[in-house]
């Protein structure tokens, strides 16, 4: 808000307050204090002139209202005196910071590990916020805490600051050129991470990673492969990497130059996925001349030159391509819901029909007559394989830039088709496929999929649904022990867990009248007002800066005001 005004009539009984916004409601979940802002108090301009009832007659009238006896002549808006509001504002009143969370960035946090920055990291991090977040790895854990990036304006951390919180210990404040810590231990398995700016220039804000002490070897989204001079080493992902900012160059099969993030191209590869984390094995190998980017599980490598070192990671055991065994024709296990034929220049009739939907089979590819989202390609493998990726084009024709944008995917035994969802919720996952009708895309599926017949299904395209498609996987039983990944197994949601977003408030606005929240009864004379406010508790604690105090919302409380 940019101006809030206060109205009312001083007496013998104390004062009664309105506090407007310029918008007409009052946004209780955003406004924090009051505090170092400029606030005009002025008298309703009808209701100031007005005589107030001696304090007593006011006072029985009050009570009056209260047993619910008669009417109360003017008490709250038709006939009569000034309004007599209660708001509880004081104990929502918080520092001249926004809402608490707004000052986070988007963040994954899964149950054993996650990812935590300001936002709009790396760029500069705005005024007036404040990023506040618990997070917790499982009881019986203990903590641990890396900084991967801190760059805070303020030099004596009394504006802009970072503080990390226990139950038995206060790391911080943290800013400007002060030394940082790269990795703290804490004793029990939870932190409160709290970050604060107000008026400032320039500074990225912060980057953490967390993981349980199950993870020593727990490493930051920006850590590099030159960072590294073994030549094999393990280390651990957080979770919510993917979108941290930074390139990567090459892929999965002709390794990645050595400048490039570790955890990105983890996720990349396919070796984890990003809503999880996850452990990853890295051999440094002699650098290439060239190195070629692909797009893969929606995350674009770019095209590197030349240098000493590269570095691979270590297979799963099971990412053969699983084409149809003889490679004929005339029995190939695609079928399709329609294909589409054309005549070109010469009166050639040219087929674009399911059995030339395989990736190394020449030609155009598999195009559907419609293009709708009733049109889908299926693949039968004969006999139940473990799927761990897919590999897309478009049509792989000069002349026709025909593509799919984005697909699902359905599998199925003997029994009836399933989506393949995302790893940590029940919503189909929709894969980000191909931008053009020649380049190569791979998705990786974590977990794998356990089918005979799969069915792929665009969701989006680009003219004309076409479509190459490669399945990567291998046999069931090839899956022993020495082989099985660890993310093969759906984990289970703990509670807390928080998908990439931007971080909604603690609380909400207060509802308006289009809410539709309560019944609103009218009178031709006079309506019946509702008003509604929140109980606040308040919780004092004890910061290293001692200037804070934090509240906690408890509930949402309905009053009535008859008249």
Sequence with gaps: ????????????????????????????????????????????????????????????????????????????????????????????????????????????IHQDSGTLASKDYPGTYPNYTVCERRIQVPQGKRLIIKIGDLDIESQRCDSDYLIIRSPTTVHGPYCGNMPVPKEIILDSNAATVHFESRSHVSGRGFLLSFASSDHPDLITCLERANYHVEAEYSRYCPAGCREIAGDISGNIVEGYRDTSLLCKSAIHAGVIADELGGQIIVIQQKGASRYQGILANGIHSQDGSLSEKRFIFTSNGCSESLNLEGGGV?????????????????????????????????????????????????IDLGERKRITGIRTTGSTMLNFNFYVKTFIVNYKNNSKWRTYKGVLSNEEKVFEANSNHRDIVRNNFIPPIVARYVRIVPQSWHKRIALKVELIGCHVAQVNGSFRHQLWQRPSQSPGISVRKEDKSITEPMPSAENNLGNTIQSPFCPRVYLFFMIAKEEVTTQALGWRRAFKMAAWTRVFFFT
């Excluded at 304090?55 to 005196?81: L, T």
């Excluded at 040219?350 to 020449?362: D, E, G, R, T, Y």
């Design 1 to 108: 808000l940019s101006e809030i005004h206060a109205w009312g009539r001083r007496s013998c009984c104390g004062r009664s307050w309105v506090l407007r916004s310029r918008f007409g409601g009052f946004p209780f979940g955003r406004i924090r204090s009051l505090e170092g802002r400029r606030v005009s108090v002025r008298p309703s301009h009808r209701q100031a002139r007005r005589p107030l009832p001696p304090c007593k007659e006011r006072e029985k009238q009050r009570a009056a209202a209260r047993e619910g006896s008669r009417e109360v002549p003017g008490a709250m808006g038709c006939g009569g005196a000034a309004p007599a509001v209660l708001l509880l504002l004081p104990v929502l009143l918080r520092s001249g910071a926004e809402k608490l969370e707004d000052g986070c960035g988007p963040v994954i």
């Design 330 to 378: 005339s029995d190939s296990p695609i079928t399709a819901s329609s294909s589409w034929n054309e005549t070109n220049e010469i009166g050639e009739l040219v087929q674009w029909s399911p059995n030339k939907a395989w990736l190394k089979i020449q030609g155009p590819s598999w195009a559907a007559n419609q293009s709708n989202l009733r049109q889908w390609l299926e």
